[in-house]
């Protein structure tokens, strides 16, 4: 079975599976999810890694059950931390460099 979560009622997969209306950035939302779940797995990086992890109490849910996990959701949440972990796995991409912000510019 297939439970998707989304903020809108007509979500393209409400068509062919189950769905919970919900945003992607609410704790409390995702637990519902992982509530009704065996295991999870999101579609994007989107939903922050904070509110998954704090779903995970809420809901009593393993991390184990989520694939991949929210570490690996975490890391692509940060592009120069992705590059970097491409990097360092030897796996070819274009050059990251950090920058630094400029004082003043918020």
Not at 35 to 63: H, K, S
Request: hydrophobic share 45%.
């Amino acid at each position: 079975t297939v439970l998707v979560l989304d903020p809108s009622e007509d979500a393209c997969a409400a068509g062919v599976t189950d769905s919970l209306v919900g945003r992607l950035d609410d704790p409390a939302a995702i637990a519902a999810l992982f509530g009704e779940c065996q295991r999870a797995t999101f579609e994007n990086e989107f939903v922050p890694a904070d509110a998954v992890e704090a779903a995970f109490e809420m809901a009593d849910f393993d991390p184990d059950d989520l694939v991949p996990s929210v570490a690996c959701l975490r890391l692509v949440q940060d592009k120069l931390a992705q590059r970097r972990a491409y990097e360092a796995a030897g796996i070819p991409g274009p050059r990251a460099t950090e920058l630094e912000r400029a004082e003043g510019s918020g």
